[in-house]
């Protein structure tokens, strides 16, 4: 179960950097749905490269559940941040 909960937590940093390598082309959109969509757009390639990477000669063997909790956690700190963000008072 740990090994669960370490591979999450691994797996914040290449989601949170691809996800903010595909926000760069959705500037058009608000920062909530930006912060969204590039997170799980983020969570898809991560989990198909993790299947690629995961697979040691065998089969494709992605960590779903893994990058899934890696995915709530991002999600939860890039709108935790955005919010801090936006309610700081203007000088």
């Known amino acids: 179960m740990s090994f669960l909960y370490l591979v999450a937590l691994g797996g914040i940093v ?29 969570y898809i390639i991560a989990v198909i490269l993790s299947g690629f990477g995961n697979a040691n000669g065998g089969s494709w063997n992605p960590y779903i559940v893994e990058y899934a909790l890696s995915l709530g956690f991002v999600i939860a700190i890039r709108l935790g941040i955005n919010n801090m963000r936006s309610n700081k008072p203007k000088e």
Do not use: M, N, Q
Not at 22 to 41: E, H, P, Q, V, W
């Open 14 to 42: 290449p989601i949170w950097v691809v996800a903010w390598l595909i926000g760069l082309s959705l500037k058009k959109l608000d920062a909530t749905k930006r912060i969204i969509y590039s997170s799980f757009a983020s």
